[in-house]
């Protein structure tokens, strides 16, 4: 049985009933998903597999010689990183009913309702990222059944308000995800007024806007990359079943189009999602895709169809280990054929550490540029007066995935992507540093924070 907790609690006067018209993400439907979320995340039925998960990164960060690392800050971050895998697993489950499908924003830092410019319908939403999270996108899913034909409403935002970059995938394991069919938003019909229409069906079609599900399909993952995080946003997006195919035969979840999954059943998901994520992100992303590669060097990317990664992007996965305060990981890219890219650091549980106030990632849109086309960053943790400076909040030892997206599909075509890295003392950037390199005092240092801030909040909260 499911249990409605949103009506007592609006009851009690603890949630508004009223919408914030202003941010697409803040939805009814969005919501009450969290509410559920919430609720059933605190169930004892995952204790165990939070205990395993956690096993399972402490072992591969000691496989890969990490094992002095695992002090009390590193602790600290795995434990975050378990908890958010953890809430990520029932976010997962909770909208994972293609009877009764709903959009969903997943893969989220924390939300946090603490004043009245900070809400969140008034309940605080634990984090749900996991695996490299993007502080640029919004992430969100669809569930998604061959049985039935669905229609994907949308409306984008026009000029310097759209998203930097927008793709639909279409993928058959929502943990590994494998990709099934892939819409890029560049090749979409958009009307004038920003509205289109994304048609999911198992059959073909000539429409630009179509993707063709299989027998294997089970979401429909949604990614909207925002670049200037001061003006840009995500799109309107809402689903409808067109078509169910004449019949109310139960799909593989069980559920049918008159009674929707229960609780039971949800947990039950989120378990076996939790238990799989373990293996693909705590093996699979953190040592195989990157503690297996040279520490103090980003390689070149590369693209793939598996283990969260967008057919279109070209990932490259690094680790850094500063062993003395005064030294700096100097990274220098191009952006090739991407028509966008970001570059955000992670603590060892593979998610940003307070993307918010911490300057942990730049975009295209957001860093400085040398004279010849590329980009130079310095990660460590005293600031040395570049602008581009990426903070690695004290911490000596991280991870770091570079993303470029955009890109031709076309295995063949090459991507014209750069990337060279090395670690340099920060006494003698200077020398080693473009010479138009944007060096910034104190006071711009902070105005550059809280621009950073107030994008995240207009983008986050109500």
């Not at 949630?15 to 559920?36: F, G, V």
């Not at 680790?319 to 890219?333: C, G, I, R, Y």
């Not at 310095?378 to 581009?388: A, E, I, K, M, R």
């Amino acid at each position: 049985m499911r249990i409605n907790i949103y009506h007592f609690l609006s009851l009690a006067g603890l949630i508004p009933t009223s919408q914030a018209a202003n941010n697409p993400l803040a939805t009814t439907d969005q919501r009450d998903l969290d509410i559920l979320a919430i609720q059933l995340s605190k169930s004892p039925a995952f204790d165990l597999l939070r205990d395993a998960a956690r096993t399972q990164y402490i072992l591969t960060i000691e496989e890969y010689g990490y094992g002095s690392s695992i002090n009390v800050q590193t602790k600290a971050d795995i434990n975050l990183a378990i908890d958010e895998l953890v809430f990520s697993s029932v976010q997962k489950a909770v909208n994972n009913d293609p009877a009764h499908p709903k959009v969903y924003w997943t893969d989220a830092p924390p939300r946090n309702s603490t004043s009245s410019s900070q809400q969140w319908f008034g309940i605080s939403v634990p984090g749900g990222r996991y695996s490299y999270d993007n502080p640029d996108c919004i992430y969100r899913t669809i569930p998604i059944s061959y049985r039935y034909d669905y229609e994907i409403r949308g409306r984008r935002a026009s000029g310097d308000r759209a998203p930097s970059d927008v793709t639909f995938s279409l993928i058959s394991n929502p943990n590994s995800q494998e990709t099934v069919a892939f819409l890029s938003g560049k090749d979409m019909q958009v009307e004038k007024d920003g509205s289109y229409v994304v048609t999911v069906s198992s059959k073909d079609s000539n429409s630009t806007n179509h993707l063709k599900s299989d027998l294997t399909t089970v979401q429909l993952f949604v990614r909207n990359n925002l670049g200037d995080w001061s003006v840009e946003l995500p799109d309107e997006l809402n689903v409808t079943i067109i078509n169910d195919g004449g019949s109310n035969m139960s799909d593989d979840t069980g559920s049918t189009l008159s009674s929707a999954l229960s609780n039971e059943a949800i947990i039950a998901q989120a378990q076996a999602d939790l238990a799989e994520s373990t293996f693909f992100y705590g093996f699979g992303a953190l040592g195989v895709k990157t503690l297996s590669n040279p520490v103090n060097n980003l390689g070149a990317p590369s693209q793939s169809k598996s283990l969260g990664t967008l057919t279109s992007q070209a990932s490259s996965f690094g680790s850094f280990n500063l062993e003395e305060d005064d030294d700096a990981f100097v990274v220098t890219l191009s952006g090739g054929k991407s028509t966008y890219w970001v570059l955000p650091i992670y603590s060892l549980g593979m998610i940003t550490v307070t993307p918010w106030d911490s300057i942990v990632s730049y975009n295209n849109k957001q860093a400085k540029q040398n004279n010849n086309g590329t980009f130079t960053f310095v990660l460590s943790s005293q600031d040395p007066g570049v602008y581009n400076w990426v903070n690695t909040t004290s911490r000596s030892q991280g991870l770091i995935m570079g993303r470029w997206q955009g890109l031709p599909t076309n295995e063949s075509d090459p991507n014209g992507i750069e990337v060279f890295s090395n670690v340099i003392k920060i006494g003698n950037l200077r020398q080693f540093l473009p010479k138009e390199t944007v060096y910034v005092n104190g006071e711009q240092r902070q105005l550059q924070l809280q621009d950073r801030l107030e994008g995240y909040h207009r983008i986050h909260y109500q």
